[in-house]
């Protein structure tokens, strides 16, 4: 069965980077979009971007431009999201899912806390 | 492309016919989505296309609408379906609603 795997909870410091990857299996990786959405306690969600792993395409929401940074990793199926210049403003979790017909698999989400 | 979910929480009882809507701020040629989110789960996708139904999503969900307006319906409210829904256009770029919460009441 399709399944993301993410990593885990990072506590990172303001003005940092940190990265998060985003392993799949059960389907041929390279053949989807994948996206990131990002979701602030007790908010929505709002999309980030995809990269498409057969190519290394990638589309970014404008407001994450500079932000985050999309990459794939076709030997290992694993995609990335490298989140620069963190504040507080960018705690939250984020999650990876496939794009098919709409976004049918999801990771659990990887929590990031900014903080001192 | 703006998204506008309405209402924002919604309390009903279990057997309850529910109906959430959810209004495109244009046309988005019915590339819209609806899913399920758990408390501390991920989203859940349930319907796709505005209309078609998620493999393994039980038959009590369905989705109709089109151009702008949009309704998920919950045939018989489960003590499950407990959850905050999204809608979500992917018709130019990819935008969520706020989402409605449903509670039981």
Known sequence: QVQLQQSGAELVKPGSSVKISCKASGYTFTSYDMHWIKQQPGNGLEWIGWIYPGNGNTKYNQKFNGKATLTADKSSSTAYMQ???LTSEDSAVYFCARFGYGLDAWGQGASVTVSS | IQMTQSPSLLSASVGDRVTL????????NNYLAWYQQKLGEAPKLLIYNANSL???IPSRFSGSGSGTDFTLTISSLQPEDVATYFCQ???????FGAGTKLELK
């Open chain 2, 54 to 56: 998620q493999t393994g």
């Open chain 1, 83 to 85: 989140l620069s210049s």
């Open chain 2, 89 to 95: 256009q992917y018709n130019s770029w990819y935008t």
């Open chain 2, 21 to 28: 809507s959810c209004k495109a701020g244009q046309n988005i």
